[in-house]
């Protein structure tokens, strides 16, 4: 049905930057709010920042200040632009949308991930 597919992840020195990309493909009539979470090895998936249709963003106590999520709603698009990387921010990082595929169906999608490792 829909499928989201992040991209830009990599590796990047501590205090550097990076810009991840999450594109939704498929039949879709609107997507309400998309956001990032982001898993590190061992530890719980964590949602990272996330933004309703409209604009309105909330970021976690961790990055905020440092992330910047923003979207595009014509092309179905949601960015997260990481500065002032640190290794602690170190992790798979998914994206998360609820879309409606057709009438009346509201799922929750996410991406396969990308990883984003920050070296000291």
């Known amino acids: 049905q829909v499928q989201l597919v992040e991209s830009g992840g990599g590796l990047v020195q501590a205090g550097g930057s990076l810009r991840l990309s999450c594109a939704a493909s498929?039949?879709?009539?609107?997507?309400?709010?998309m956001r990032w979470h982001r898993q590190a090895p061992g530890k719980q998936r964590e949602l990272v920042a996330q933004?309703?249709?409209?604009?309105?963003?909330n970021y976690a106590l961790s990055v905020k200040g440092r992330f910047t999520i923003s979207r595009d709603n014509a092309k179905n698009t949601v960015d997260l632009q990481m500065s002032v990387l640190k290794p602690e921010d170190t992790a798979v990082y998914y994206c998360?949308?609820?879309?409606?595929?057709?009438?009346?169906?509201?799922?929750?999608?996410w991406g396969q991930g990308t990883q984003v490792t920050v070296s000291s």
């Open positions: 998360h949308a609820d879309v409606q595929s057709r009438p009346n169906l509201w799922v929750n999608t």
């Open positions: 498929g039949i879709l009539f609107r997507i309400d709010t």
């Open positions: 933004i309703t249709r409209d604009g309105t963003t």
